[in-house]
């Protein structure tokens, strides 16, 4: 099983920067071999939305929505997935997620973290 615990959220003002962190790790001896990592988010009443995604290549992928304003960028020594957050807006305020494909094994969700951005 793999295990991913984001950290970094909080409350910002709009404008501000936040920068989000996900490692993976395991509990159980698997040895890690992550390939793909994304974040999402989530909003009250919304459909959970792909923000940002990275290949453990190095090769990006952004929503229109995030695009010029968030980067996504990994360690693979640290098996860790990071989401740089600036000119946040308050539309922005959502729980935010991470993911993470494992080789041979699965898609793997972190629990969430809260992000509020207050005008």
């Known amino acids: 099983q793999v295990q991913l615990v984001e950290s970094g959220g909080g409350l910002v003002q709009a404008g501000g920067s936040l920068r989000l962190s996900c490692e993976a790790s395991?509990?159980?001896?698997?040895?890690?071999?992550?390939?793909?990592m994304g974040w999402y988010r989530q909003a009250p009443g919304k459909q959970r939305e792909l923000l940002a995604g990275?290949?453990?290549?190095?090769?990006?992928y952004y929503a229109d929505s995030v695009k010029g304003r968030f980067t996504i960028s990994r360690d693979n020594a640290e098996n860790t997935v990071y989401l740089q957050m600036n000119s946040l807006k308050t539309e922005d305020t959502a729980i935010y997620l991470c993911?993470?494909?494992?080789?041979?094994?699965?898609?793997?969700w972190g629990q969430g973290i809260q992000v509020t951005v207050s005008s």
């Open positions: 993911n993470a494909r494992q080789a041979f094994s699965g898609l793997y």
């Open positions: 395991s509990a159980s001896g698997l040895t890690l071999s992550i390939n793909d």
């Open positions: 990275i290949t453990r290549e190095g090769r990006t």
